[in-house]
């Protein structure tokens, strides 16, 4: 299994010290968020970039992206708001292009929870022009991305139903086909109560990386996998057999439950 973890959300550590813990848990693969701490996209010059790339290379690690998510809305009512996560977007597919990531992961927006819900449309119309951007931008510069599925929350996201992501890929399609592919996010598809293997069964000629973490359903609670209701005995090797070439990425919000949760995925891929 291509097996790796996201960096978290701030342990206190360096980027450097957390990417040498990630390699003595044998994890190939990191995605990087493109948040503060660690990879703020507007600060970082190509020497930092170019040391952060040959510290994973040196550790036998593989990189993915996540572009930039907090105060980001793609889909925005506001004008100024929704191009500045645009250019804020924009840059994270350059970066990935200097780090040499296989992937940047990329939320597609939301309706504010204060905004009534029949507004959804206008907020899925403006997630739209932003994706045909983006994706004009990716095919330009040989940047590959990949749309998640989100949560249930008081904002009202986009992507959260198979239907819909599958109706953004023809979109990105027409623009730039070879682009555009999808982060499955198993967590987050818990919070909806869909059935989790039926949800990736619909998707996975286009799944490239799979977000692995757990909660009760209730809410997006990026819990260690065991500590929820998420049945990855189960799920775990159907997805593996059928996607062979997925990277899994553990998204677990603390060390220990990163700790946790390889151990959990190393006894399911061995049968117990």
Not at 3 to 31: M, R
Not at 37 to 50: A, C, F, R, T, W
Not at 212 to 225: E, R
Request: glycine share 6%.
């Amino acid at each position: 299994m291509k097996l790796g973890a996201a960096t978290l959300t701030d342990p206190g550590l360096t980027i450097f010290e957390l990417l040498d813990t990630y390699s003595h848990l044998n994890l190939k693969y990191v995605e990087i968020r493109c948040e503060w701490p660690y990879l703020d996209p507007q600060s970082p010059n190509k020497k930092y970039l170019l040391k952060l790339r040959e510290t994973i290379e040196s550790l036998g690690m593989r990189p993915l992206l996540h572009s930039s998510y907090i105060d980001v809305n793609l889909a925005s009512f506001n004008d100024i708001s929704r191009e500045a996560s645009l250019r804020r977007t924009l840059r994270c597919l350059e970066i990935a292009r200097i780090l040499d990531a296989e992937y940047v992961t990329i939320h597609m927006g939301y309706l504010h929870g204060d905004h009534h819900p029949h507004r959804y449309n206008i907020a899925k119309k403006l997630g739209v022009l932003s994706l045909i951007k983006i994706t004009e931008k990716a095919h330009d510069i040989g940047a590959k991305v990949c749309i998640e599925n989100k949560e249930r929350s008081k904002n009202r996201h986009l992507l959260t139903t198979p239907e819909e992501i599958l109706e953004f890929l023809e979109i990105a399609d027409d623009v730039a086909p070879n682009t555009v592919f999808i982060t499955y996010d198993v967590g987050h598809a818990n919070t909806w109560n869909h059935d989790l293997l039926s949800f990736f069964k619909k998707l996975r000629d286009r799944i490239r990386v799979v977000h692995l973490h757990d909660n009760d359903g209730s809410s997006d609670q990026h819990l260690a996998l065991g500590r929820g209701n998420i049945e990855f005995q189960r799920l775990i090797p159907k997805m593996y057999n059928e996607v062979k070439n997925a990277i899994f990425i553990l998204e677990v919000h603390d060390l220990e439950g990163i700790r946790e949760s390889v151990k959990v995925i190393e006894r399911i891929l061995e049968g117990g």
